[in-house]
């Protein structure tokens, strides 16, 4: 379990292990990264509105760039883009009127950062 580490050793000994650390917390932080961005994905494509179906099936997650330390996704529509805010907020009709909005990219986004905090926490408690 431990080592025996000389005096004079003893700084390079504890900057090794938190680096091992880090690597390890890194790797965490990054699967929970990815299994928040599906989160989001899959609570968008099931509460989106749907007439065709073809809104919801277009929301994709895209790796936006990734470190040894950090990765950034991002959770988006590859083909149906013009239409989220539209959908999201509402929008006037041609001939007058008001089409609602339904929101369903919000709550997802909010229920991925949820999500997001606590499998870092989960991860850097066990370990």
């Given at each position: 379990?431990?080592?025996?580490?000389?005096?004079g050793?003893?700084?390079?000994?504890?900057?090794?292990?938190?680096e091992?650390?880090a690597?390890?917390a890194?790797?965490?932080?990054?699967?929970?990264?990815r299994?928040?961005g599906?989160?989001?994905?899959?609570?968008?494509r099931?509460n989106?509105?749907k007439?065709?179906?073809e809104?919801a099936?277009?929301w994709v997650?895209?790796?936006?760039?990734?470190?040894?330390?950090?990765?950034?996704?991002?959770?988006h529509s590859k083909n149906?883009?013009q239409?989220?805010?539209?959908?999201?907020?509402?929008?006037a009709?041609r001939?007058?009127?008001?089409?609602?909005g339904k929101?369903?990219?919000?709550?997802a986004?909010e229920?991925?950062?949820?999500?997001?905090?606590?499998?870092?926490?989960r991860?850097?408690?066990?370990?």
């Amino acid at each position: 379990m431990g080592q025996t580490v000389q005096i004079g050793k003893l700084a390079d000994a504890v900057m090794e292990t938190l680096e091992e650390y880090a690597d390890l917390a890194a790797e965490d932080v990054k699967q929970a990264v990815r299994d928040a961005g599906e989160t989001v994905r899959k609570e968008i494509r099931a509460n989106a509105p749907k007439d065709t179906g073809e809104y919801a099936k277009s929301w994709v997650v895209k790796k936006t760039k990734e470190s040894s330390s950090s990765l950034t996704l991002t959770v988006h529509s590859k083909n149906r883009y013009q239409l989220a805010h539209l959908l999201e907020y509402g929008h006037a009709k041609r001939n007058g009127g008001r089409v609602e909005g339904k929101a369903h990219i919000a709550p997802a986004e909010e229920k991925g950062i949820r999500k997001l905090e606590e499998e870092i926490e989960r991860s850097m408690r066990d370990g």
